[in-house]
């Protein structure tokens, strides 16, 4: 077991999780957010998406969030990029990554992308050129990775599958993703695994969501095998439009939380990424879904 010293936290709150809110958030509390992530030391965060406004009509105002930002040195902002122009449109807003979103199973790539798992790999292909020609760094989630909502189970030679596709066009980090949060920890050790044969560790990250309550024992299991970067959504927010029931991603609050607990260093504050979490949650008037944070907030408050 090699247990690292150093874990980073990728906020995907304000994409993954606000793309996934019925009601309407302002890009001013937007805004706010990604600017209390980074005060309370997050070194990346997935700020919004460049995809169709019709499709995710909650991240229409990536460019306004994207120019309202106050950026902090040392700081990392990316965006979702699913095509050609959505890179164009991103391109202006100036982020220092971006991610094409792929998925391991057919189903899944043509209910959320409208097209087969080869047709996303050409599109991503101009994108990954034109980002790095650019010098944005390019990462790529592989969606459904422990699971499918219209396929069930999902092989980790599926995973092996869609990592190798996105090697072979440049793709530079790729992320794990349980999309519905399905995964048990043996079923990620595997998808992992499989990436692993194509990726090396320090380009790869998790990206679990929580559904089933799976994510930090998910997230263990990846630790214990060396993985040390993450996705995580503050309060737990979040879902993916194309998976029905899905829930949101880990809280950062609590992989923070148990990371530090381990003796793991983040370089995050707990209390100011509570704070946080508080803040979106007050916006959104409904309890985080933090275990971590809740419990924190109630000793601090008695
Ligand atoms: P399409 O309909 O096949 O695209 O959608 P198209 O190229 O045929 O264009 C159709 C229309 O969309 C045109 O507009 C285009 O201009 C417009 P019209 O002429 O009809 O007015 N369009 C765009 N507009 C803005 N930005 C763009 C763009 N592209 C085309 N980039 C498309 C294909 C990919 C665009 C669509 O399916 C889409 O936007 N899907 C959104 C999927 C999404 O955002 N899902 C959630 C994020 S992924 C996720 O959450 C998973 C992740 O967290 C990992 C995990 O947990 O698994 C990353
Ligand atoms: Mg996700």
């Known amino acids: 077991m090699t247990l690292p010293t150093f874990v980073k ?12 809110e019925k009601q309407p958030v302002p890009a001013a ?3 706010e957010l990604v600017q209390r992530l980074q005060q309370a030391g997050l070194k990346e965060i997935e700020v919004t998406s460049f995809v169709s406004p019709k499709w995710v009509p909650q991240m229409a105002d990536n460019a ?23 890179f164009e449109a991103a391109l202006k ?17 043509q209910r959320n992308i409208n097209c087969s798992v080869q047709e996303s790999m050409d599109r991503f292909a101009p994108v990954v050129a034109a980002a790095r020609a650019a010098g944005i760094m390019v990462r790529g989630a592989i969606s459904c990775a422990l699971g499918c909502p219209y396929e069930g189970d999902v092989a980790p030679a599926q995973v092996e599958r869609v990592a190798r596709l996105m090697k072979d066009i440049g793709v530079q980090h790729i992320g794990v ?11 990620a050790q595997r ?22 309550g799976q994510a930090l024992a998910n997230t263990l299991v ?27 991603n880990v809280a950062s609050e609590d992989v923070v939380y148990m990371l530090h607990g381990m003796g793991i260093d983040t370089g995050i504050d707990l209390d100011l990424l509570i704070d946080a979490g508080q803040f979106i949650s ?12 809740k419990a924190l907030l109630t000793r601090r408050n008695a």
């Open 191 to 212: 998808a992992i695994e499989a990436a692993l044969k194509v990726y090396d560790l320090k380009d790869l990250s998790g990206h679990f969501h929580d559904t089933y």
């Open 29 to 31: 509390i937007k805004i």
């Open 64 to 86: 306004q969030v994207m120019a309202g930002i106050q950026r902090q040195a040392g700081v990392r902002y990316s965006v979702l990029t699913p095509n050609l122009q959505g």
């Open 282 to 293: 007050d916006f959104l008037q409904r309890p985080s879904l933090s275990r971590a944070g």
């Open 9 to 20: 936290i990728v906020d995907v709150g304000p994409r993954d999780g606000l793309q996934n």
């Open 222 to 248: 990846a630790l214990q095998m060396g993985v040390w970067q993450f996705d995580t959504s503050i309060a737990g927010l979040g879902g993916c439009p194309y998976a029905k029931g899905a829930t949101g």
């Open 93 to 109: 807003s100036q982020p220092d990554e971006i991610v094409v979103f792929g998925a391991a199973t057919e189903a899944f790539s």
């Open 177 to 187: 993703a349980d999309t519905i949060g399905v995964g048990t920890p043996l079923k």
